[in-house]
């Protein structure tokens, strides 16, 4: 896939794991870094107990593009969102192991994994399934 720039005015939705290893200490510095960046962000409200699988179909009309905070487990619970919108993702390796990330050559600092999603570096992956679960 020919690499795509993200224009300025772009509108993500950004989902944090708060139980992720760096998610909660992260979460402002990770909405300053975007927003410097030029890209708005919407979160949904702390108290939200959707999924987030649900929570990027319910918001994908108002968003450009999903980005999500994490790890493994984190990624693997926004698949089914991200396969049914089809938007594109940006992550933030902020989990324990963040081995996707890693694969993908995604620095863990935090910093320049936002450059990355600013740059709009995009690659197509494949995703699997075993017993009903996207991964």
């Known amino acids: 896939m020919p690499e795509q720039k993200v224009s300025p005015g772009k509108t993500a939705l950004l989902l944090i794991n708060h139980h992720s290893r760096k998610g909660r200490h992260e979460k402002q510095r990770a909405r300053a870094l975007l927003m410097k960046s030029n890209i708005a962000v919407i979160e949904p409200d702390e108290d939200d107990n959707r999924t987030y699988a649900e929570l990027i179909v319910a918001f994908s009309a108002?968003?450009?593009?999903?980005?999500?905070?994490?790890?493994?487990?984190?990624?693997?619970?926004?698949?089914?969102?991200?396969?049914?919108?089809?938007?594109?993702?940006?992550?933030?390796?902020?989990?324990?192991?963040n081995d996707f990330a890693r694969t993908l050559g995604i620095p863990p600092d935090l910093e320049q994994a936002v450059n990355i999603i600013t740059a709009g570096q995009q690659r197509d992956v494949d995703l699997g399934e075993v017993n009903g679960h996207l991964f």
């Open 62 to 97: 108002r968003v450009s593009f999903v980005i999500v905070g994490g790890g493994d487990g984190t990624l693997n619970a926004a698949a089914p969102g991200l396969l049914k919108t089809g938007l594109p993702l940006g992550i933030l390796p902020l989990g324990t192991a």
